[in-house]
């Protein structure tokens, strides 16, 4: 069974960064894509970035010009570099990468990111 681990979060000051990290257990066969997605109390998941086999790449309006998604599909790991961060930002992250191969979404456990002054 594949398992995704995520590292990275944790408490930061409005107008810091983050840089989060997921890695596969094990390699993972015909990725199609890989993102970030978020999610609040009460809230839905919502996608943060993604990145795809081709190299497209698309972000939530919030992130534009302030979060930056990179992979590499070869090592199945996928980065979230996150700067000029606000409270809003604050939320539970997940990794997730599909595979066209197995038909399968794979998600992490999620990381706690917190902007707080």
């Known amino acids: 069974q594949v398992q995704l681990v995520e590292s990275g979060g944790g408490l930061v000051q409005p107008g810091g960064s983050l840089r989060l990290s997921c890695a596969a257990s094990?390699?993972?066969?015909?990725?199609?894509?890989m993102g970030w997605h978020r999610q609040t109390p009460g809230q839905q998941r919502e996608l943060v970035a993604s990145?795809?086999?081709?190299?497209?790449?698309n972000y939530a309006d919030s992130v534009k010009g302030r979060f930056t998604i990179s992979g590499d599909t070869a090592k199945s790991t996928v980065y979230l570099q996150m700067s000029s961060l606000k409270p809003e930002d604050t939320a539970v992250y997940y990794c997730?990468?599909?595979?066209?191969?197995?038909?399968?979404?794979?998600w992490g456990q999620g990381t706690q990111v917190t902007v707080s002054s």
């Open positions: 997730n990468i599909y595979s066209w191969h197995s038909g399968r979404d794979y």
């Open positions: 094990r390699s993972i066969i015909g990725i199609h894509v």
């Open positions: 990145l795809r086999a081709d190299g497209s790449i």
